[in-house]
């Protein structure tokens, strides 16, 4: 993690594109910190989830109050419960921001990155998930990296998750 903080984060992201394992990893990860997990699709407006069931990709107007919403969610669990684990797929800087300043303290983003076509062939066996593969493109154009002043960590999407939830436990902690 690059932070010139040494205290664990109370807030974490899993991050990534649609089909990365944000809500598998989010969830193993929460379970191994034995912190409360928070799956943001569950939290956006139906408008959006029925825009995007339909394979129209979310603007900036979609996602500024659903990011405030995940945030909001965030530091009110931290708050009850010491830390907490959110998947949430913050692919722009410009997202992680507004949850952060929205949380109004920082967040350790671990991105889930990896090979688009791993990827899709995951994303292809999650039926009935809102998001459609025909989607992946547009999600992997926005995915902008880490800037050297963000509190993150990239982890490659074709190790196991026991591997993955290892390798993001031990940069948390």
């Known amino acids: 993690m690059s932070s010139s903080s ?15 394992g944000k809500s598998t990893i989010g969830e193993e990860l929460a379970d191994r910190l034995e912190v ?7 939290l956006h407006p139906r408008a959006n989830v029925e825009k995007m069931r339909g394979g129209t990709p979310l603007e900036d107007s979609d996602r500024w ?3 405030e919403i995940v945030a909001d969610a965030m530091r009110n669990t931290a708050d ?23 949380a109004e ?10 090979d688009k076509s791993v990827i899709a062939k995951r ?23 880490f800037g050297p002043d963000e509190h993150g960590i990239t982890i490659d999407v074709a190790l196991t998750i026991d591997e993955i939830v290892d390798q993001a436990a031990e940069a948390l902690t």
């Not at 040494?6 to 990365?20: D, K, T």
């Not at 419960?81 to 410009?94: M, Q, W």
């Open 36 to 42: 409360p997990f928070i799956d943001a699709d569950n």
């Open 123 to 145: 994303q292809a066996n999650r039926p009935g998930h809102f998001m459609p593969p025909a989607l992946l493109d547009s999600q992997f154009a926005t995915l902008e990296p």
């Open 105 to 114: 303290e920082p967040i350790a983003f671990v991105l889930l990155h990896g």
């Open 65 to 67: 109050p659903w990011l």
């Open 80 to 102: 009850t419960n010491g830390r907490v684990v959110c998947a949430c797929s913050a692919l722009r800087r410009a997202y992680r921001d507004c949850l952060t300043n929205r």
């Open 6 to 20: 040494s205290a664990q984060p109370r807030l974490i992201v899993v991050m990534g594109v649609s089909g990365a």
